[in-house]
């Protein structure tokens, strides 16, 4: 069965930072390719980034290039996003998931405000 399990969700102040992480089983985690998504409150799921298979490559969406960062560690079957200078615009859900799969776990929140 495969499960994603997100973490590292909180409250943060605007211009914060945050790093989420997510595990990842029951499947191959070094041969697939990787993607964050968020659902803000009042809008549709949001691409984040994706990463491939063997973290040589990352994409953004271009509201997230220069503030967030990619990662995985495939030895420890674990993704990461690191969030710097957060806005309020960034709250969300935040959900790690396989490039092109609807996300499967329960996400971890995140709120930035003063």
């Known amino acids: 069965e495969v499960q994603l399990v997100e973490s590292g969700g909180g409250?943060?102040?605007p211009g914060g930072s945050l790093k989420l992480s997510?595990?990842?089983?029951?499947?191959?985690f070094s041969n697939t390719a990787m993607e964050w998504v968020r659902?803000?409150?009042?809008?549709g799921v949001?691409?984040?980034?994706?990463?491939?298979?063997?973290?040589?490559?990352?994409?953004?969406?271009d509201y997230a290039k220069?503030?967030?960062t990619m990662s995985r560690?495939?030895?420890?079957?674990?993704?990461?996003?690191q969030m710097n200078n957060l806005l309020p615009s960034d709250?969300?859900?935040y959900y790690c998931a396989k490039v092109g799969v609807d996300p499967r776990?329960?996400?971890?929140?995140?709120?930035?405000?003063?």
């Not at 997510?22 to 191959?28: L, R, Y």
């Open 11 to 13: 409250w943060v102040q």
């Open 22 to 28: 997510c595990v990842a089983s029951g499947f191959t």
């Open 39 to 43: 659902h803000p409150p009042e809008w």
């Open 46 to 61: 949001e691409w984040i980034s994706s990463i491939n298979s063997r973290g040589q490559a990352t994409t953004y969406a």
């Open 66 to 68: 220069d503030r967030f």
């Open 73 to 81: 560690d495939n030895s420890k079957n674990t993704m990461y996003l």
């Open 91 to 93: 709250t969300a859900v």
């Open 105 to 114: 776990g329960q996400g971890t929140q995140v709120t930035v405000s003063s």
